[in-house]
């Protein structure tokens, strides 16, 4: 069974440009998370969804971060304009269905803001 | 509000040893659940083992177990005859049940486990 995708692996823009991250769940997943983890923390929820709609973004930046889940299967964060402490590693989750269920994660996008 | 305390920045172990990692909670939700999560250099969050608020006994898998202690409020990861590839930061997580479905998980700050040789 293949894991949680994510595009890109890397990435380093200046700030005030824009940025987009890509995560693909696992097949069948229904609830899908996005979590940032800055250098040194744990990881922190920035949305969470079931299937296309979105169960809970109160700690989602909504000034300058979005996220979408179209389709209910791939989901797209996006920042901008991007600030310095916006560097972080951005993971995507996914779990089968929400409540019960273990969250698999992947292997993560590392951004860099100069 | 929930909150997970990891007290221990960084640990050095002997190979083949056992190693405890500390881990307290708090929360005002009676449902829950607890989860350890390794993280490689690589960065992936690997899962590890998880326990549920309710369950009468402490979770196994393999040689990792969870010593939960519910009135302590502590659930403490234990891995057994430690290995090199044991080398990571090891986070612990709560998922509450606030309402409404959202079940984002709580990480503590982590420790960093190293074994040595």
């Known amino acids: 069974e293949a894991g949680v995708a994510q595009s890109p692996r890397y990435k380093i823009i200046e700030k005030r440009q824009s940025v987009a991250f890509w995560c693909n769940p696992i097949?069948?997943?229904?609830?899908l998370y996005w979590y940032q983890q800055i250098l040194g923390q744990g990881p922190k929820l920035l949305i969470q969804f079931q299937n296309n709609g979105v169960v809970d973004d109160s700690q989602l930046p909504k000034d300058r971060f979005s996220a979408e889940r179209l389709k209910g299967v791939d989901s797209t964060l996006k920042i901008q304009p991007a600030k310095l402490e916006d560097s972080a590693v951005y993971l995507c989750?996914?779990?089968?269905?929400?409540?019960?269920?273990?969250?698999?994660f992947g292997p993560g996008t590392r951004l860099t803001v100069l | 509000a929930q909150k997970i305390t990891q007290t221990q920045p960084g640990m050095f172990v002997q190979e083949k040893e056992a190693v405890t990692l500390d881990c307290t909670y708090d929360t005002s939700d009676q449902s829950y659940g607890l989860f350890w999560y390794k993280q490689p250099s690589s960065g992936e969050m690997i899962f590890l083992i998880y326990q549920g608020s309710y369950d009468e006994q402490n979770a196994t898998e393999g040689r990792y177990s969870l010593n939960f202690q519910k009135a302590r409020k502590s659930a403490n990861l234990v891995i057994s005859a430690s290995q090199l590839g044991d080398s990571a930061m090891y986070f612990c997580?709560?998922?509450?049940?606030?309402?409404?479905?959202?079940?984002?998980?709580?990480f503590g700050k982590g420790t960093h486990l190293i074994i040595q040789p």
């Open positions: 997580a709560m998922r509450g049940y606030s309402g409404g479905g959202a079940d984002g998980l709580t």
């Open positions: 097949s069948g997943h229904a609830t």
């Open positions: 989750a996914s779990s089968f269905q929400r409540l019960t269920d273990t969250q698999y």
